[in-house]
């Protein structure tokens, strides 16, 4: 669930500079500038950062509301 949750948030971030990284820096004439460059290494880098902040939030949220010593209904382990 953790992985699944991180993977998905990380997907949805990096559609942010692909989409709006064009926009700040436009194509140029000359060849590929600096800008253009670092957009296209953002997209794994808000994909990276954002999958873990996704994971260990889902992470920890799953584990606040699951308790694991007191729970005398739970069918499975």
Known sequence: M???????IGIVASFVPMIFGP???PQSIDGPTLGENIVGLSIPAFFL???TLGFLLVRWVLDR???HNNDIRRTFT
Do not use: N, T
């Not at 953790?2 to 998905?8: E, I, K, P, T, V």
């Open 23 to 25: 926009l700040v820096f």
């Open 2 to 8: 953790s992985l699944l949750a991180g993977g998905a």
């Open 65 to 67: 509301h699951v308790d």
């Open 49 to 51: 950062v954002f999958g």
